[in-house]
């Protein structure tokens, strides 16, 4: 089957070491993305929320808006409000449910009732507080809103900062399938505050650090080689390691988007195991399986898929298991319809946006630290899918 992408070369290694007592972390480190005039930094450091220096140079507005939701606004709504409160007349808030499930119509309509409802013009900032589910509702709230207002993305998870926050890709789901309708939009800062992750629950942790577990086989097998090393420290909570991990992942990936925004090609190297996680998410209902979780096993079935296509080693994919593991994720996919689980999960990834004409497109790993999309046979698909579900 033809493969339709071609391999990355790994990007400059900044600062990399093998452990975190060599690390030398600067107190904010910034990570530049390059797109023309929608170039943006994404600032990285810990207590960045109540350092004025992070909130300099806004876009100049009457209003802003935080959007956050009911989990994190009794945690960072106050001192995100104090930090900017100078930067405009008036800083409203509004607070969504939260989980996975509330990604949808309903509750994005309701960042428009509060924006409308309070006459906020076509200036008006939106800070998205919270993790990937508030950073994409808010994107796509902020790229329809009066056709468009700037937003500033301040993830509070770990996959929030290595990933979701970085890149304008913003959407809510569909019962039918995953970020189905959304859009492409940039904010125009981010800003990381690894102080907010001391509040986040371990099973949001190693949810967050499937995406990072992710950066090493596709593009950078020294990151993996590091992670491996530093996987107890990370699972800790060690600052400086976290430090390290949110700062490598966001190289990577403004490497990649830096190269092709709009995911004409390169960019679906970063949806290494989504093809499987989404069909995970969308087949059990949303929430049931956090994003990170159902990743985390996907990059399981599509490094077994590599592997009987022929492009890695079984080695390989038991490493990735073994890391996968040891990050408190699971590595076997659910058994969603007993009567025909392959045939379930096929129907889903015929779904997915990489699919071409009902051909599904995986992300496979094309040695170590390289990655391609390709089809595959279906029955090959079926036999992955049997050998990795419980
Ligand atoms: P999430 O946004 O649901 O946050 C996880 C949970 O942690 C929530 O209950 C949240 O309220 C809570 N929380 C957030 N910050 C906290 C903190 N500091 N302390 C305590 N609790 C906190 O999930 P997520 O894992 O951050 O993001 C997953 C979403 O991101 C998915 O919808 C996925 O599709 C999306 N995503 C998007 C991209 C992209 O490029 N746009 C990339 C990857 C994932
Ligand atoms: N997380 C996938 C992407 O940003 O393209």
């Given at each position: 089957l033809p493969c339709v992408q071609t391999s990355p070369q790994t990007p400059t290694l900044g600062g990399m070491s093998e452990t975190t007592s060599s690390f030398q972390t600067a107190p904010v480190q910034t990570v530049a993305i390059s797109l023309d005039d929608r170039s943006y930094d994404i600032h990285i450091g810990?207590?960045?929320?109540?350092?004025p220096a992070t909130w300099a140079q806004l876009p100049k507005a009457q209003t802003a808006m935080i959007v956050t939701n009911d989990t994190i606004a009794p945690l960072y709504e106050a001192a995100l409000r104090q930090a900017i409160a100078g930067h405009f007349k008036q800083v409203h808030t509004v607070v969504l449910p939260d989980g996975e499930a509330h990604k949808d119509w309903q509750t994005l309509n309701l960042i428009f009732d509060a924006l409308l409802s309070r006459g906020c013009d076509r200036k008006t900032v939106l800070f998205a507080l919270g993790g990937g589910v508030i950073g994409d509702m808010t994107g796509f709230a902020a790229a329809s809103y009066m056709r468009g207002v700037p937003f500033v993305q301040v993830p509070t998870t770990l996959l929030s900062q290595v990933d979701s926050s970085v890149g304008g890709k913003t959407a809510i789901n569909h019962p039918l399938g995953k970020n189905m309708i959304g859009a492409f939009y940039q904010p125009v800062r981010v800003v990381c505050d690894l102080n907010t992750l001391t509040t986040l629950p371990q099973r949001e942790l190693s949810a967050g650090l499937a995406e990072v577990i992710k950066y090493g086989p596709i593009a950078d097998m020294a990151f993996l080689q590091w992670i491996e090393a530093n996987i107890d420290a990370l699972m800790g909570q060690d600052p400086q390691a976290l430090a390290h991990a949110v700062k490598r992942s966001c190289e990577i990936k403004a490497w990649v988007v830096g190269q092709d925004e709009r995911e004409a090609g390169l960019r679906a190297i970063l949806n290494f195991g989504h093809t499987f996680g989404h069909a995970i998410e969308a087949g059990l209902g949303f929430g049931v399986w956090l994003h990170g979780e159902a990743v985390g096993c996907g990059m399981v079935m599509a490094a077994e898929l590599s592997h009987r296509l022929g492009r890695v080693d079984a080695a390989f994919v038991a490493r990735l298991r073994a890391l996968i593991t040891r990050a408190g994720l699971p590595v076997r996919g659910p058994v969603?319809?007993?009567?025909?689980n392959a045939g379930h999960y096929i129907a889903h990834m015929r779904l997915?946006?990489?699919?071409v004409g009902g051909d599904i497109q995986f992300v496979v790993i094309d040695g170590p630290g390289k990655a391609q999309v390709c089809g595959a046979p279906d029955s090959m698909v079926r036999d992955v899918i049997d050998a990795c579900c419980a």
């Open positions: 810990q207590g960045l929320l109540s350092r969603i319809d007993a009567s025909d997915d946006k990489k699919a």
